[in-house]
């Protein structure tokens, strides 16, 4: 049985200590509602659910966990028997854990880079009536955006998805940085064109992202909202990393700035969905953007220049939970 399209990112938990920065940049910046819980806990809502975002206090500033919202108890009893069947563990979270998240219950297991795999589903709404600038953000069956993952064992990874969520490759971009080419994949788990992209680093042998992901994106409803909170980033001062610019294969229009724990955030409007799965056939982009995305400051394509001059022999071990990585 496939799992493809039951499956949808639901919330993402971040490990920081940077509250009062954070706090800034979700509400006053981004535009998204921001709930406090005491003083070690603090949650975004983009729409009725509760929890989008959970931040939790920690020095790691990266993020921590993916939540999957799956569509029914068949699916999630489908993917857990895969997981438990390679011998990795899963494990149930606890109920406070799983109050924090805005869910009933959910269960863990290991995933890539360390990045815990949570999956779920029900969410609980919210109470409250949002209070955001933002005008709406596009979530529902496509999920609430995608993650990007620089990775030095893109096969393994790939593979991981595969296993674990049917993920399908939508297409893949070259970049060519310093003469090297630089392979992007963009899997989707549903009609949204990428839940997860891989940017395979391995040809520079390390990884230059000190973070988990190298970027995520949420997607707004309209060009106003994209472009206001381009505007009030600027205004309240956090570091543009690509101005505004269009990708070549999702199409989408977008900006990224980096975020207060590291890793860069994107906006963006207007992507490709694809709902009709049946004809789409992958296909290669050259460049990441038709236009735009112009760097402000130093960007991973620097970071990689830098790191293929000085890193080149360092070895790297990259955790890609080897039992759910097989072909
Ligand atoms: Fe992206």
């Keep these: 049985m496939s799992v493809y ?62 939540g999957w919202l799956v569509d029914d108890h068949e699916t999630f009893e ?25 869910v009933e219950r959910f269960l863990r297991f290991p995933g890539p880079k360390g990045i815990d795999q949570e999956i779920f589903t029900r969410a609980k709404a919210a109470p409250t009536p949002l209070d955001m ?3 709406s953000f596009v979530t529902g069956d496509a999920g609430m955006g995608h993650l990007a993952i620089t990775t030095t064992r893109p096969d393994q990874l790939r593979n991981y998805y595969n ?6 490759l939508t297409d893949w971009i070259d970049e060519t940085i310093s003469g090297i080419k630089f392979k992007i994949k963009f899997l989707r788990v549903n009609e949204r064109h990428h839940s997860i992209a891989l940017a395979n680093t391995e040809p520079y042998r390390v990884d230059p992202v000190r973070t988990k992901i ?9 060009l106003d909202d994209m472009a206001q909170s381009y505007q009030r980033l600027r205004r309240l001062g956090f570091h543009m990393a690509l101005g505004v610019g269009q990708h070549t294969n999702d199409r989408e229009l977008s900006y990224y700035v ?12 207007n992507p490709v969905t694809i709902s009709d799965d049946a004809g789409w056939e992958p296909v ?13 400051g130093q960007t991973i394509m620097d ?23 097989r072909a």
């Design 78 to 102: 489908q993917i857990v028997g895969r997981v438990r069947d390679r011998g990795v563990p899963v494990v149930e979270g606890t109920e406070e854990a799983a109050a924090l998240r805005g």
């Design 303 to 325: 970071k990689v220049g830098q790191f293929r001059q000085a890193a080149r022999h360092i070895a790297q071990r990259e955790d890609t939970v080897p039992a759910l990585s």
């Design 133 to 135: 600038v933002t005008s």
């Design 214 to 222: 190298q970027h995520l994106n949420v997607q707004v409803a309209s």
């Design 5 to 66: 399209g039951k499956v949808h990112l639901g919330y993402v938990v971040i490990e920081t200590n940077k509250f009062t920065d954070w706090h800034r940049f979700a509400k006053d910046a981004i535009g998204m509602h921001v709930d406090t819980l005491g003083a070690h806990a603090m949650r975004f809502r983009m729409d009725d659910q509760e929890c989008r975002f959970l931040l939790q206090r920690g020095p790691a500033e990266d993020i921590a966990a993916t």
């Design 258 to 269: 980096e975020t207060p724990s590291g890793f860069e955030w994107e906006t963006g409007w």
């Design 284 to 296: 290669g982009y050259e460049g990441i953007s038709v236009w735009g995305h112009t760097p402000m």
């Design 163 to 168: 296993t674990v969520f049917d993920a399908r």
